[in-house]
C-alpha cells in the first residue's frame, strides 16, 4: 500500500493570502492528484501533478490560482493564492499505486 | 456525459442490520469501479475494486456487486456497526481517448449507524 502524508491538516486562512499544501507519499507514483472537496460536496480534481512537467489542470482551474510543484517521484505542493470564502473546502492528495487509489487524510481549509 | 448517481442520498440504519447502497453510471468506455469509505474529516479509504469482467467482490462486511450489462452496482453493509457511519463513495474509471483512466466521482451516501 501507499500512505500519504498531507500537511496542513487543518489551517484559518485570512481572506486574499495564499496557503501551501504538501503531500508526501512512501512510494515512488509517478502521478500525483489533487481533489478538492467542497462541503457536502464529492471530490473534484483540480489537476494532475507529473514529475519533471507541468501540471495538467482540469476545465475550472488555472495554474495562477492552483500553481502545482512536484520536484521528486515522491513529494507535491499545491498552492491555494490569493484565497476568498470560495475555496473554503477540503483539499485531497491522491495517487495510485499498484492498482489501488489512495487518498491522503486532507487538509481542511477556512477561509475567513 | 459521463455521471455517477448514488442512492439514497442519506440512509439511517439501527446496528446490526444489513444496508445496501446503489450506485448507476452513464461511463463509456468503462475501466473499472471503485467504492470508498469517507469518514468525516478523514480521507477516502478503498473498500473494492472491480473490473467490468468481475460480478462481486467482498472486504469483510462490505460486499459490492457490479452489473456491466445495465451499468448498476451496489455496496451491501452486513451487521452494521457504528464505526460504519460515514459517506460511501462510488468512483467509475473512464478511459475516454488520450485519457488514461480518469475517475468520476458519485456523490456518495451518508450511511448513519444508530445503536
Known amino acids: 500500500s501507499a500512505v500519504i502524508s498531507q500537511k496542513p491538516s487543518r489551517d484559518i486562512c485570512q481572506r486574499g493570502t495564499s496557503l501551501t499544501i504538501q503531500c508526501q507519499v512512501d512510494?515512488?507514483?509517478?502521478?500525483m492528484f489533487w481533489y478538492r472537496q467542497q462541503p457536502g460536496q464529492s471530490l473534484t480534481l483540480i489537476a494532475t501533478?507529473?514529475?519533471?512537467?507541468?501540471?495538467?489542470?482540469e476545465s475550472g482551474f488555472v495554474i495562477d490560482k492552483f500553481p502545482i510543484s512536484r520536484p521528486n517521484l515522491t513529494f507535491s505542493t499545491l498552492t491555494v493564492s490569493n484565497m476568498s470564502p470560495e475555496d473554503s473546502s477540503i483539499y485531497l492528495c491522491?495517487?495510485?499505486?499498484?492498482?489501488?487509489?489512495?487518498f491522503g487524510e486532507g487538509s481542511w481549509l477556512t477561509v475567513v | 456525459k459521463n455521471q455517477v448517481e448514488q442512492s439514497p442520498q442519506s440512509l439511517i440504519i439501527l446496528e446490526g442490520k444489513n444496508c445496501t447502497l446503489q450506485?448507476?453510471?452513464?461511463?463509456?468506455?468503462?475501466?473499472?469501479l471503485r467504492w470508498y469509505k469517507q469518514d468525516t474529516g478523514r480521507g477516502p479509504v478503498s473498500l473494492t475494486i472491480?473490473?467490468?469482467?468481475?460480478n462481486t467482490k467482498s472486504n469483510g462486511r462490505y460486499t459490492a456487486t457490479l452489473d456491466a450489462d445495465t451499468k448498476q452496482s451496489s455496496l451491501h453493509i452486513t451487521a452494521s456497526q457504528l464505526s460504519d457511519s460515514a459517506s460511501y463513495i462510488c468512483?467509475?474509471?473512464?478511459?475516454?481517448?488520450?485519457?488514461?483512466?480518469?475517475?468520476?466521482f458519485g456523490q456518495g451516501t451518508t450511511l448513519q449507524v444508530k445503536p
Open positions: 512510494s515512488q507514483v509517478t502521478m
Open positions: 501533478a507529473n514529475q519533471g512537467s507541468e501540471a495538467t489542470y
Open positions: 468512483v467509475v474509471s473512464w478511459v475516454g481517448s488520450g485519457n488514461t483512466g480518469k475517475l468520476i
Open positions: 491522491s495517487v495510485e499505486f499498484v492498482n489501488t487509489i489512495y
Open positions: 472491480m473490473t467490468f469482467s468481475e
Open positions: 450506485c448507476n453510471y452513464t461511463v463509456s468506455p468503462f475501466s473499472n
